[in-house]
C-alpha cells in the first residue's frame, strides 16, 4: 500500500516513459501487479548520498551491481525499483539513477532477512551482481535530479501516516469496548479517570494527526511540493507517535488480557513502533522541520 502505489506509482507517473506507464500504472492502482522500492543500503539508511549500487552503460543495457539492505516484500513483488549511482557521478554528489528490475532478473539474489516482529512483508537482503537491463528500465534520466528521487516521498509519508491512525482508531476502539463492559466493583471500569482521560487523550492525538495528515494530502494533491513535504513530515511524526500512545494504552486498559492473542493488541506493537523509524527515522523528521520549517543551521 505505501510502497509500490505511492512511492513507485508516483515515480512512474511522474517521470516514466509512456510504455513503463502503459505497463504499470494500472496494474499498481488495482493491486494486480507489486513493485518494491530498493534504496536502503548497510552504509547509506538516513544518508542517501552514500549509495553505492552502480549503474554502467554497456552497448544498449545497463549493468547494476551493489546491494540492498530492509527491502520490503520482495517475495510477493514483480518488480524493484532500484535506486543506483550512474558510475561516473562525483564522490560526494547523489546523481540517482531509478531502474525497474525484475524479481527474477539474472543476476538479482535475494536473502530473507531474520525479524522479531510480527509484520505483513518480509525483510530481504539484495545482491546485483552485474544484472543486466535494457535500456527501457530506466526511470527517467540517468543523472537525474534529487527531485525525480524524491517524487513519491511525500506520498510515502502520507499513507504512512494514514496506515498509523489507523492502527491508533482500531487500539482506541478495542479499549473502549473493553473499557465499557468490564465491570469492577460494579462500576465500569470506563468510568474511572485514571482510565478514561488517558483514552480522551488519545482520541485528540490521533484526531490531530488524522487533520495534519489531511492537510498533507491537499496540499500535495494541489501540487505544493514544499507545502506537502512539510505537512507530510509533520503527519507522519505525529500519526506514530499517537498510534504507539493508543496502542499502549488500550493494552494497559485491558490489563493482563491485552497480552493474550485473544484481543490480538500485544502483537501489534511492532507494526505500530515501524513508524518511529521507518520510512524516516523521528529524529531525520525532527530534523526537516527544525531546517526547513524553523529556518535554524543544519548539524550535518
Not at 487500539?171 to 485514571?194: F, N, S
Not at 494533491?221 to 507522519?236: L, W
Amino acid at each position: 500500500m505505501v510502497v509500490s502505489p505511492a512511492i513507485c506509482g508516483t515515480i512512474i507517473g511522474k517521470y516514466g516513459t509512456a510504455d513503463q506507464k502503459q505497463e504499470w500504472l494500472t496494474p499498481l492502482a488495482d493491486g494486480s501487479k507489486i513493485m518494491v522500492f530498493g534504496i536502503t543500503e548497510p552504509d547509506a539508511g538516513s544518508n542517501s548520498h552514500q549509495i553505492t549500487t552502480t549503474a554502467r552503460r554497456d552497448g544498449d543495457q545497463w549493468v547494476l551491481k551493489g546491494n540492498k539492505i530492509y527491502i520490503s516484500g520482495v517475495d510477493q513483488a514483480d518488480a524493484v525499483l532500484i535506486v543506483a549511482r550512474t558510475e561516473d557521478s562525483k564522490t560526494g554528489k547523489l546523481k540517482p539513477a531509478l531502474f525497474i528490475v525484475p524479481t527474477d532478473a539474472p543476476g538479482l539474489q535475494k536473502t530473507q532477512m531474520e525479524m522479531d516482529i510480527v509484520e505483513p512483508d518480509h525483510q530481504f537482503v539484495l545482491f546485483l551482481d552485474d544484472v543486466r537491463l535494457p535500456a527501457e528500465a530506466l526511470v527517467g534520466e540517468a543523472d537525474a535530479a534529487l527531485m525525480q528521487l524524491f517524487a513519491g516521498l511525500n506520498p510515502e509519508r502520507i499513507l504512512g501516516a494514514a496506515m498509523a491512525i489507523g492502527m491508533g482508531r482500531y487500539a482506541l476502539d478495542a479499549a473502549v469496548k473493553y473499557a465499557k463492559e468490564r465491570t469492577v466493583w460494579k462500576t465500569p471500569i470506563g468510568a474511572h479517570q485514571g482510565l478514561s482521560h488517558p483514552l480522551a487523550q488519545c482520541k485528540i492525538e490521533l484526531e490531530l494527526a488524522k487533520l495534519m495528515m489531511q492537510k498533507a494530502a491537499v496540499l500535495y494533491d494541489s501540487g505544493d511540493d514544499f507545502g506537502a513535504a512539510e505537512a507530510a513530515n509533520m503527519a507522519k511524526y505525529a500519526a506514530a507517535e499517537a498510534s504507539i500512545k493508543a496502542l499502549d494504552q488500550a493494552i494497559q486498559t485491558h490489563g493482563g488480557a491485552g497480552l493474550s492473542s485473544e484481543y490480538g493488541l500485544a502483537a501489534m506493537l511492532g507494526a505500530a513502533r515501524i513508524a518511529r523509524v521507518a520510512p524516516v527515522s523521528r529524529e531525520m523528521i525532527l530534523n526537516f522541520v527544525s531546517q526547513h520549517s524553523l529556518g535554524l543551521p543544519r548539524s550535518y
